[in-house]
C-alpha cells in the first residue's frame, strides 16, 4: 500500500506562484513513476505533469514553460512549481504514484488550487 499527502493548494491572483508537495509513504520503495494530474468542474481529471525515479520529466502543452515538477526521493516527496498561473489552471490537483509491480496507481486526496482576482 501507498499513501500520498498533498499539501500547497490555495488562492492566487492570476501571474501568482504556488508549490505542491506530495510526500508518499508505505511501500514507497515499489514506487516508479509519481506526477500530478487535474480536475476542473465538470471536466474529466488530466495530467499536468509527472517525473521518473531518475528525474525524467514530462508536461502537459498546457504548462510547459510555466510548470517544474521535481522529486526528493529522500523525502520520498514529490512538488509541482507553478509559475504564472492563469485562471484556467484552477482545479482538484491530485498526486498519482505507480507501482509496475502490481500494476496499481495511488491517488491523494487532491489539494485545491484556484486562481481568481
Known amino acids: 500500500q501507498v499513501q500520498l499527502v498533498e499539501s500547497g493548494g490555495g488562492l492566487v491572483q492570476p501571474g501568482g506562484s504556488l508549490r505542491l508537495s506530495c510526500v508518499a509513504s508505505?511501500?514507497?520503495?515499489?514506487?516508479?513513476?509519481m506526477g500530478w494530474y487535474r480536475q476542473a468542474p465538470g471536466k474529466q481529471r488530466e495530467l499536468v505533469a509527472t517525473?521518473?525515479?531518475?528525474?525524467?520529466?514530462t508536461y502537459a502543452d498546457s504548462v510547459k514553460g510555466r510548470f517544474t515538477i521535481s522529486r526528493d526521493n529522500a523525502k520520498n516527496t514529490v512538488y509541482l512549481q507553478m509559475n504564472s498561473l492563469k485562471p484556467e489552471d484552477t482545479a482538484l490537483y491530485y498526486c498519482?504514484?505507480?507501482?509496475?509491480?502490481?500494476?496499481?496507481?495511488?491517488w491523494g486526496q487532491g489539494t485545491q488550487v484556484t486562481v481568481s482576482s
Open positions: 498519482n504514484a505507480y507501482v509496475p509491480l502490481i500494476t496499481k496507481d495511488y
Open positions: 508505505g511501500s514507497i520503495s515499489l514506487i516508479t513513476a
Open positions: 517525473i521518473t525515479s531518475r528525474g525524467s520529466a
